[in-house]
């Protein structure tokens, strides 16, 4: 059994309120086996100017089709102590955000845990970002 890739599309803040805020991360999960794979779930952990923001779970059922790509979009809800974080850090112009990811497969061999690392720049109509 080979390793499937993952690869992050893109991550955006969607709205913010007085219970938190709402993004989503979008990835590409490329399974190169000779059989479709089971993705369970995501844990991830949200950096923003090198500070911890945010970390969550994301329980998935879906099968990856044997050799393709799928497309994943795990929602990240970030609660209010921590929104509050993330707008204090924004609103003093910081942008560039970290997401790692471990994103949990179950294989007729046992569970299969792919980590990602993606950096980039934040951006969302929440905070009236560019």
């Known amino acids: 059994m080979e390793r499937p890739e993952v690869r992050v599309r893109d ?18 999960v490329t399974n190169p086996n000779s059989v479709g794979i089971p993705l369970s779930s995501i844990d991830w952990q949200l950096s923003i100017g ?3 923001a945010a970390t969550g779970h994301v329980e998935l059922s879906q099968t990856l089709p044997a050799r393709g790509v799928a497309p994943i979009t795990a929602s990240l809800a970030i609660d209010v102590r921590d929104a509050i974080a993330v707008a204090s850090a924004i609103a003093g112009g910081t942008r560039d955000y970290q997401v790692t990811a471990t ?4 294989t007729a061999v046992g569970r299969l845990d792919v980590d990602v690392r993606h950096a980039g720049t934040l951006g969302g109509s929440a905070f009236g970002l560019p």
């Open 50 to 52: 090198g500070g911890q």
């Open 103 to 106: 994103v949990h497969f179950s």
């Open 11 to 28: 991550v955006s803040i969607r709205s913010a309120g007085l219970t938190g805020v709402s993004g989503e991360m979008k990835l590409d």
